[in-house]
């Protein structure tokens, strides 16, 4: 007989213990889910009308169950006590000193949960790591876990990696292409195994529920990101050999695309990709293939983000080039702040090094965002001997932005933007005006005729 879950804790309510959560506790309306998190501001905000996080269909999930089986808390223990079930989604960053510095994933977090775990737990428990780790993490969990519980009780340790996109979230946990849920291929892992394919079950159809061992289902959620990074760093690479011959890249995407192996998504050139979890997930593999002595795995799965700094660089060279070798003074709008459209998070966003790189060529910033906070625009930007507020000011819409500015630049691909009056824009800026289009979002013959000098990637 499986194990029936009853109570679930979360520890980490972020981006992704948030909102997974929710959702569990909106389709499985007899299990009682409590999210819980060290930072009592953000469960202050859990637990307030305005979230703290913004994810399209968030809302609507959290305000309809919570009270009734989904809680916001900061108090672990009692959680963990009353839990049969308890997701580790806490954060890993990529370690910024030490041992594998700039590489490795740092895991004092996931370490300091479970050492919380099996401090308190007082009855046998499923442990879930959601978090994205490195191969072979679940077997330092369960030693920790077992080295410090009681005799009497048993944890069985899965892996469910998380695949949901930022801006996307609800939807893709709604509807997902995939679950997948590791364990060990013993009686009792098969079991535990079960028992959270059970909770899934509830609304996701059982051939999408994928089982594995523990270390396969470890590797595809950074094996996943790797691939789609690259996608994204292969299109970019092309880019610029379009930008030599005269090809169009969309064209070019949009032709590779329509081959059935290949597939058009995740073709899209731009800036770069931004965002938590490519640039990190990417280095901890490049770091675990050090650790296997597999260099030449290191070095292929590397330059995926070498290109990606590349294209950043590239971009910002073009625009100063654009701009008659100088941008000292000049007035640069940058439109999106945020690392893709419809999220607030700004982790990894390729705005912040096209902003600080604006900075120290001392051009003047206005930077206009519709989810950002000004905040934490001035704490992504600011710089050990930086007068940041000195270069940059922060506008409350695209039209303000754009006023007597230079050049605009499209930085995150917001719908908002496709739809603004670039001739209401264009009368305001000064003269010669140039968009620099880092999504290729923009119409840019439409702009032309308007007036405006347009660079697209
Ligand atoms: P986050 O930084 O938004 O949230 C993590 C939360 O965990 C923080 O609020 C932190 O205060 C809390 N925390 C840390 N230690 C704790 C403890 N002992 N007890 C309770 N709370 C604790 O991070 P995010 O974005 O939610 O990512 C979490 C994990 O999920 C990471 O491993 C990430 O790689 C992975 N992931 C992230 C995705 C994303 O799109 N953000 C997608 C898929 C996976």
């Given at each position: 007989m499986t194990t029936r879950v009853k109570k679930i804790c979360c520890l980490g309510a972020g981006y992704v213990g948030g909102p997974t959560c929710a959702v569990i506790a909106y389709k499985c309306p007899h299990i009682q889910v409590t999210i819980v998190d060290l930072s009592k501001t953000r469960i202050a905000a859990w637990n307030s009308n305005k979230l703290p996080i913004y994810e399209p269909g968030l809302d609507e999930v959290v305000f309809s169950c919570r009270g009734r089986n989904l809680f916001f808390s900061t108090e672990a223990e009692q959680a963990v006590i009353e839990a049969d079930l308890i997701f580790v989604s806490v954060n890993t960053p990529t370690k910024k000193a030490g041992m594998g510095a700039g590489y490795a994933a740092d895991l004092a977090y996931v370490e300091s949960a479970t050492r919380q775990i099996a401090e308190v737990a007082k009855s046998s428990k499923i442990v879930v790591e959601k978090s994205t780790v490195p191969c072979r993490t679940a077997e330092s969990m369960r030693t920790i876990l077992e080295a410090n519980c009681r005799d009497d009780i048993r944890f069985d340790i899965l892996s469910n990696p998380e695949f949901l996109a930022e801006g996307t979230a609800i939807n893709d946990l709604l509807h997902p292409d995939r679950v997948l849920i590791g364990g060990l291929q013993t009686p009792e892992g098969l079991k535990a195994q079960q028992a959270l394919a059970e909770i899934y079950a509830q609304w996701v159809p059982t051939d999408r529920i994928i089982t594995t061992n523990l270390w396969s289902s470890e590797l595809s959620k950074l094996a996943a990101n790797a691939l789609l990074a690259q996608r994204i760093s292969s299109i970019n690479a092309l880019s610029a050999i379009c930008e030599a011959t005269g090809a169009d890249i969309d064209e070019v995407a949009y032709a590779c695309g329509r081959d059935s192996r290949i597939g058009p998504k995740f073709l899209k050139a731009s800036v770069g990709f931004g965002g938590s979890c490519f640039q990190k997930d990417i280095l901890n593999l490049v770091y675990l293939s050090e650790q296997l002595n597999l260099p030449e795995v290191a070095a292929y799965w590397k330059q995926v983000v070498d290109l990606n700094e590349y294209q950043k660089k590239r971009f910002v060279s073009r625009i100063i080039k654009t701009l008659f070798n100088t941008i000292t003074n000049k007035r640069i709008a940058v439109l999106g702040f945020a690392f893709k459209k419809d999220t607030g998070d700004t982790r990894e966003s390729a705005a912040i090094t096209l902003c600080k790189d604006f900075i120290q060529e001392n051009a003047q910033v206005r930077i206009y965002d519709p989810k950002v906070s000004e905040e934490q625009i001035f704490l992504d930007l600011?710089?050990?001997?930086?007068?940041v507020k000195r270069r940059v000011t922060i506008a409350r819409s695209a039209y303000e932005a754009s006023v007597n500015a230079d050049a605009i630049v499209i930085a995150t691909e917001w719908d908002e933007f496709k739809e603004l009056n670039f001739e209401k824009i264009y009368e305001k800026m000064n003269k010669p005006a140039f968009i620099f289009d880092g999504r290729l979002i923009l119409d840019a013959e439409r702009l032309e005729s308007i007036g405006f000098r347009v660079h697209t990637i």
């Amino acid at each position: 007989m499986t194990t029936r879950v009853k109570k679930i804790c979360c520890l980490g309510a972020g981006y992704v213990g948030g909102p997974t959560c929710a959702v569990i506790a909106y389709k499985c309306p007899h299990i009682q889910v409590t999210i819980v998190d060290l930072s009592k501001t953000r469960i202050a905000a859990w637990n307030s009308n305005k979230l703290p996080i913004y994810e399209p269909g968030l809302d609507e999930v959290v305000f309809s169950c919570r009270g009734r089986n989904l809680f916001f808390s900061t108090e672990a223990e009692q959680a963990v006590i009353e839990a049969d079930l308890i997701f580790v989604s806490v954060n890993t960053p990529t370690k910024k000193a030490g041992m594998g510095a700039g590489y490795a994933a740092d895991l004092a977090y996931v370490e300091s949960a479970t050492r919380q775990i099996a401090e308190v737990a007082k009855s046998s428990k499923i442990v879930v790591e959601k978090s994205t780790v490195p191969c072979r993490t679940a077997e330092s969990m369960r030693t920790i876990l077992e080295a410090n519980c009681r005799d009497d009780i048993r944890f069985d340790i899965l892996s469910n990696p998380e695949f949901l996109a930022e801006g996307t979230a609800i939807n893709d946990l709604l509807h997902p292409d995939r679950v997948l849920i590791g364990g060990l291929q013993t009686p009792e892992g098969l079991k535990a195994q079960q028992a959270l394919a059970e909770i899934y079950a509830q609304w996701v159809p059982t051939d999408r529920i994928i089982t594995t061992n523990l270390w396969s289902s470890e590797l595809s959620k950074l094996a996943a990101n790797a691939l789609l990074a690259q996608r994204i760093s292969s299109i970019n690479a092309l880019s610029a050999i379009c930008e030599a011959t005269g090809a169009d890249i969309d064209e070019v995407a949009y032709a590779c695309g329509r081959d059935s192996r290949i597939g058009p998504k995740f073709l899209k050139a731009s800036v770069g990709f931004g965002g938590s979890c490519f640039q990190k997930d990417i280095l901890n593999l490049v770091y675990l293939s050090e650790q296997l002595n597999l260099p030449e795995v290191a070095a292929y799965w590397k330059q995926v983000v070498d290109l990606n700094e590349y294209q950043k660089k590239r971009f910002v060279s073009r625009i100063i080039k654009t701009l008659f070798n100088t941008i000292t003074n000049k007035r640069i709008a940058v439109l999106g702040f945020a690392f893709k459209k419809d999220t607030g998070d700004t982790r990894e966003s390729a705005a912040i090094t096209l902003c600080k790189d604006f900075i120290q060529e001392n051009a003047q910033v206005r930077i206009y965002d519709p989810k950002v906070s000004e905040e934490q625009i001035f704490l992504d930007l600011s710089e050990p001997g930086v007068i940041v507020k000195r270069r940059v000011t922060i506008a409350r819409s695209a039209y303000e932005a754009s006023v007597n500015a230079d050049a605009i630049v499209i930085a995150t691909e917001w719908d908002e933007f496709k739809e603004l009056n670039f001739e209401k824009i264009y009368e305001k800026m000064n003269k010669p005006a140039f968009i620099f289009d880092g999504r290729l979002i923009l119409d840019a013959e439409r702009l032309e005729s308007i007036g405006f000098r347009v660079h697209t990637i």
